[in-house]
């Protein structure tokens, strides 16, 4: 099984960056998927998760109206659509499939990683 993400960039505040996250090795179609990220220093926080059919996403509060999570469930991929990056953004991001069909916050409900992707917000 891997996760490749790929569209970490560097950007201006306010700008935006498209993440993409293609899985092999198995399908997805039933599994959650989510995004998540870790700024120097600090633990890895949940950012946004997709159900298995796409019907319920959830976001980290600070990223509401900002992002937005999609997926393509017969191609094994996952986006994050941001906008309106800020530079509390910075960090590098990854995606990970989860053992459930919906959608948990914990670090421990997700038990496939993909490598991170950077993105660096600068003010």
């Known amino acids: 099984v891997q996760l490749q993400a790929s569209g970490g960039g560097l950007v201006q505040a306010g700008g935006s960056l498209r993440l993409s996250c293609a899985a092999s090795g198995r399908t997805f179609s039933n599994n959650a998927m989510g995004w998540f990220r870790q700024a120097p220093g600090k633990e890895r926080e949940f950012v946004a998760g997709?159900?298995?059919?796409?019907?319920?996403?959830y976001y980290k509060d600070s990223v509401k109206g900002r992002f937005t999570i999609s997926r393509d469930r017969y191609k094994n991929t996952v986006f994050l659509q941001m906008n309106s990056l800020k530079p509390e953004d910075t960090a590098v991001y990854y995606c990970?499939?989860?053992?459930?069909?919906?959608?948990?916050?914990?670090?421990?409900?997700?038990?496939?990683w993909g490598q991170g992707t950077l993105v660096t917000v600068s003010s």
């Open positions: 990970a499939t989860s053992r459930y069909a919906y959608v948990r916050e914990s670090v421990r409900d997700y038990n496939n």
């Open positions: 997709i159900s298995w059919n796409a019907d319920n996403t």
